[in-house]
């Protein structure tokens, strides 16, 4: 079994302490989110309502910091990097009110000079094979603790070179390679399973040489224990998490487009109350 | 310059690059399974633990070269000219050209050097290239420049185009022949008529000059290797005082080196007539071999001859180009 640190990140061992923790963490990356969309009125908040839970655990148990590579393929969920990153103490209110603003360095969609992740791309379906050139980086180089973790999601698989990068990775063993996927069935002209049929996905990257799990990308439990087994298995590994672009604001309008979600004045406020009461 | 026909050797850049990377253990050498045409079997027997073969997947091939530069590595990636530019563009720019990373982009058989059609032919690789910020694109001449350029190269903080022919590389330059990367070559210079020309167009392009220059239109010669950055000051100065100008390039006139000549004549006010040699916004085709295809498509000696001939303004009629006779082994202008 290799070290990893899943367990040594959280304080608390006690099970139901750190499901609450990770949830915290979770509910916190959607309030920074909706605080970054908010001066706008509109913007990529969906992404960090149905990533809130994926990247809250990852940063509260697989991902360390200063060892492990992160890649958020798609540039347009750079919102819940900056999130979680505030989160993690590393961004503070002053950069997080510059999101999408002219001169920052916090883009609405992620570029060079994004800060949080090892690597980001605007232009979709190019993360997994940047995440796998620091991978073998990592390998040339003798690195042999490092684990590259890759956030894609699911409107991602309808390009080519997803599918070219999941042959390299495969072929190639790329064990410490770990990719948790944000299947929210969401993509620009509506739900992906209405435009492509992407499933069924983890048997898709199973035979492509893949260790694939299918989790509710909402259970903070499932997620850990999912990561877990990807830090140990000797194949690339592929997290599928099911979620919502609405998770975790009851205020919604039913009618929220959730790749593109409009917050006006009044539901904004309505949002802030939701989350602080849960937060408080 | 030797006189044509050229003798020719095989795998000058192969040995090249094989000789840096047992100096450097930064360089990598990525294939997109094209790995002899590329020359690149002398790295792979004798460093194989830092060649990586992508297979045929140009886009994943990109990006992860850029990523593997990211971590300071300096990776030389190759496969045919067209499947380096065309296929993985998006991936160029966003992996590579805006993160302004150092890999070496080596693209092999450009422009009609191939019989096997407009599928393979890289007729505006160079126009692609260019309008990426930042890339450095070098479209070299002989085995003696290849052999300097990827040296030169090496260290340079952005990527770079690499053009190269495939199979027999002529050596058109004398013993101490030095590439540069900031300095366009003067073969000839005070001319009325002058020539530029980049990569293996040199050849018909000095055969040109010299049959214009006894047919009393003396004519400089400038040979362009590197085309961005493009060395403005010395073909100011050789342009400056010719009246005609006429580009050779292997390669679309839209967006290669005749656009760039263009530019450069418009922007410094130079004034002088152009003519531009190359594929006329068209599509080649499949064929036998290809110095039918350079005859065909207008890239042949004469065509440069007839070019320079009619815009200075000459009323005889053009001096006639005699074909070259070439042995199994040389090259020769068509």
Known sequence: MRENAIIAKTANND????????????????????????????????????????????????????????VCSPGHYIISVYAAEAAAGRLGPDDLCTYGQNDSRLEAIGTEKSPGVSLTCGSLGMG??????????????????????????????????????????????????????D????????PVDTITTIDPIAEKWRAFGWHAQDVDGHDVDRLEAALEASLDSDLPSIVIARTSTRMGLHCLPPDADGHFIKVPPELARDAIAELEGRLA | MRDAPYATETKPYGRALLSLAQQRSDILCLTGDLTRQCEIDLFQQAIPERFIHAGMAEANMMSMAGALARRGFIPFVHTFGVFATRRPYDQIVNSIGYPK????????????????????????????????????????ADAQEIAQAVPAIVDLPGPVYLRLKRGEIPLMFKEGHRFDLHKADVIYDGG??????????????????????????????????????????????????????????????????????AELIAEEGLGIRLGRIGLQDTYAEGSLNAPHLFMKYGLSTQKIVDTAWRLSGRSASAPNVPSIPVQAGEYAPV
């Open chain 2, 192 to 261: 009325e008529a002058a020539i530029v020309s980049s990569g293996m167009m040199l050849a018909s392009a000095r055969q040109a000059a010299e049959i214009l220059h006894e047919a009393g239109l003396p004519c400089s010669l400038v040979h362009l290797p590197v085309l961005k950055p493009i060395d403005a000051k010395t073909l100011c100065e050789v342009l400056g005082r010719a009246r005609v100008v006429v580009t050779a390039e292997n390669h679309s006139v839209i967006g290669g080196l005749g656009s760039a000549i």
């Open chain 2, 101 to 140: 990373l150092p890999v070496r982009i080596v693209g092999f058989m450009p422009g009609v050097s191939t019989p096997g059609g407009p599928s393979h032919q890289a007729v505006e690789d160079i126009a692609i290239m260019r309008a990426v910020p930042g890339m450095t694109i070098i479209d070299v």
């Open chain 1, 15 to 70: 099970p139901a302490e750190r499901r609450r923790e990770v949830t915290r963490y979770a509910d916190a990356i959607r309030l920074h989110a909706l605080r970054m969309v908010m001066p706008q009125g509109f913007g990529y908040l969906g992404q960090a309502l149905s990533s809130a839970e994926i990247f809250a655990t990852l940063y509260r148990s697989a991902y360390r910091h200063n060892i492990d590579n992160l």
């Open chain 1, 183 to 190: 299947a929210n069935n969401s993509q620009v002209d509506g």
């Open chain 1, 128 to 181: 997994l094979s940047g995440a796998l050139g620091l991978a073998l980086a990592d390998r040339l180089q003798g690195k042999t603790d490092a684990y590259t973790f890759a956030f894609i999601s699911d409107g991602e698989l309808e390009e080519g070179q997803v599918w070219e990068a999941a042959l390299f990775a495969a072929h190639h063993k790329m064990n410490r390679l770990i990719v948790i996927l």
